[in-house]
């Protein structure tokens, strides 16, 4: 019997994957359920979440679920466990998990949002510099804060892949750059460092069609020592994490803890990070820190190269005191919802 659901409306979230071992180690047993992204298309878009919705309120409905954690946004997410609750399952504990955009525009005046919210047993937001900012400036007015709680993300366990015939030939040394070709990453700074440092080959993940329309790049205009690699199986995506010499993680966001970053963690790697707030006090002297221009990008990336074993020394320290931190704010989850 599963007590508890985890509904991720996209195909794949590795925070969903992480977080669901231990919920299913204190909840009694998790199941994730994935959808397909939407499309672009609006009109589409609205019945793809109208299906989805039916979907949820099927599953929710017909199963013995104690609790329902849904990431969000899109927030509409959230509204076949709340009806469920409302008319089924008087007892239905739902909690949203807050990635950081729902605190951003447009999602924060989207209709229904705030009074969904408002519904929810408890919020998850995934640092403290996020957490201040929605505390101080109530960014969900109606909200009642001691629902808010911090919950980063569960740092990976070590891996060790096998390399396959199939996988990316990467020539050495490499950085890796997993990025979505979102307008919060500085996608033609990297571009740029990588123009600057000719003896480094880069790799970067994404769609290249979402690099041509979001920056006007097109796959002919990176430089020859930057490979896109797009879309990557999770094997392979491991290995050529595990294989890199530095890995990269930038965004344009002050309140960020990315996938990225704490994969590194995990995988224990040598990384070179925006310097931003968030990151900054999750990974401490773990890493270095950069601007998010060409010029420092590529300095720092040469330095983290020759600082490698000492970054993957200082890393191993900072993953033990995140996760003794984690497993303070996951008790502090549990007993919410218990």
């Known amino acids: 019997m599963t007590n508890s659901l985890f509904i991720v409306w996209t195909k794949y979230q590795s925070r969903a994957e992480s ?5 299913d180690e ?5 199941e994730i359920v994935y959808r397909e992204n939407p499309p672009a298309n609006k ?3 609205v019945f793809m979440y109208l299906k989805y919705f039916y979907l ?3 599953q929710i409905k017909a199963g013995s679920y104690k609790s329902v954690f849904v990431q969000t946004p899109p927030s509409y997410a959230l509204a076949a466990p709340l009806f469920v609750r409302r008319f089924f399952k008087k007892d239905l504990k739902v909690i949203s998990d807050c990635h950081n955009a729902l605190t951003r525009e447009p999602w924060l005046s989207t209709m ?4 969904m919210l408002e519904k929810c047993d408890s919020i998850l937001l995934h640092n403290e510099v996020v957490f201040e900012k929605v505390i101080n400036e109530k960014t969900f007015p109606t909200v009642d804060q001691k629902r808010i709680l911090i919950l980063e993300d569960k740092t990976p366990f070590t891996f060790k892949i096998e390399r396959k015939a199939e996988f990316l030939d990467v020539k050495k040394p490499y950085v890796f750059f997993p990025a979505s070709f979102n307008h919060d990453e500085p996608i033609l700074e990297v571009i740029k460092a990588a123009e600057l440092l000719a003896e480094v080959h880069f790799v970067m993940t994404g769609n290249p069609k979402k690099l041509e329309k979001n920056f006007n790049i097109a796959e002919s205009d990176i430089p020859s020592n930057m490979t896109l690699s797009g879309w990557l199986t999770i094997e392979e995506y491991k290995y050529i994490l595990q294989e890199a010499d530095v890995l990269i993680g930038l ?3 002050d309140d960020i803890q990315m996938s990225v970053s704490n994969e590194g963690l995990g995988a224990e790697k040598a990384m070179v990070l925006s310097n931003k707030k968030a990151l900054k006090n999750i990974y401490l002297d773990g890493a270095f820190y950069t601007e998010n221009e060409a010029k420092d990008i590529s300095k720092t990336i040469t330095l983290a190269l020759e600082n490698k074993e000492v970054l993957e020394m200082k890393i191993k320290k900072v993953k033990e005191i995140k996760e003794k931190r984690y497993e303070k704010q996951l008790e502090l989850v549990f007993k919410s919802i218990t």
Do not use: E, H, R, S
């Open 19 to 23: 977080l669901a071992i231990d919920f």
């Open 26 to 30: 204190k909840l009694n047993g998790v």
């Open 43 to 45: 009109i589409k878009k």
């Open 56 to 58: 949820d309120f099927k």
């Open 112 to 115: 229904g949002n705030q009074k």
């Open 251 to 253: 965004t344009l966001f």
